[in-house]
């Protein structure tokens, strides 16, 4: 298993104040993916990164931001969060090489937005 | 841009009865296909994938998928279901390339089986 740890794991926080979740991870993979799940859309990509400072956005970006400063963190932050995140957010890493894509998923973190 | 098709969103088996998880992909170009599990309050895990060479794949707990081109399916099957099987099955499907970072999902398939 890539060693991958999601902070904090359970945030119950009130609709726009800031919030800001971190993932570590061990493994030096290059790449790092958020994700949020919800039940009946399954995993969407929020923003991922191909290297130290480099991101991009993914599927359903708008309100969220990141940052990467080093290869082992990358941190989602929430500017002014409003109930539509309410969800559960997973952070995933990977080689992704000519031969393989595959990713390796963190525990995740419950987040309430009341 | 690939999407992902996961035909049943639940599927109830008997214990030791045999099951398909159905899964379907739009892509223009080639793909890499994966099948992740995630057991309650946990993250996801791979349970197995196809890259490239023989188009069944196998998981070491029992389950194998089979990858059709000219159908763009990679349905997930197992002979004889336990109750520890029950979790979410997610596919995911990823193009192969330059650019190509992510991991596009289906939307899930809950197994549950039953004793």
């Known amino acids: 298993d890539a060693g991958i740890t999601q902070s904090p794991r359970h945030k119950v926080t009130e609709t726009g104040t800031p919030v800001t979740l971190r993932c570590h991870q061990t493994e030096n993979h290059r790449y790092m993916y958020w994700y949020r799940q919800d039940p009946g859309h399954g995993l969407r990509l929020i923003h991922y990164?191909?290297?130290?400072?480099?991101?991009d956005k993914g599927e359903v970006s708008d309100g969220y931001s990141v940052s990467r400063s080093k290869t082992e963190d990358f941190l989602l932050t929430l500017e002014s969060a409003t109930s539509s995140q309410t969800s559960v957010y997973f952070c995933a890493t990977g080689v992704r090489n000519r031969q393989d894509n595959e990713q390796f998923f963190g525990p995740g973190t419950r987040l309430t937005v009341l | 841009a690939q999407s992902v098709t996961q035909l049943d969103s639940q599927v109830p088996v008997f214990e030791e009865a045999p099951v398909e998880l159905r899964c379907n992909y739009s892509?223009?170009?080639?793909?890499?296909l994966f099948w992740y599990v995630q057991y309650p309050n946990q993250g996801l895990q791979l349970l197995l994938k196809y890259l490239s060479g023989s188009t069944l794949v196998e998981s070491i707990n029992g389950f194998e998928a089979e990858f059709n081109k000219s159908q763009t399916s990679f349905h997930l099957r197992k002979p004889s279901v336990h109750i520890s099987d029950t979790a979410e099955y997610f596919c995911a499907v990823s193009a192969i390339g330059a650019g190509s970072y992510q991991l596009t999902f289906g939307k899930g398939t809950k197994l549950s089986v039953i004793p």
């Open positions: 892509s223009s170009v080639s793909v890499y």
């Open positions: 990164s191909y290297g130290v400072k480099d991101t």
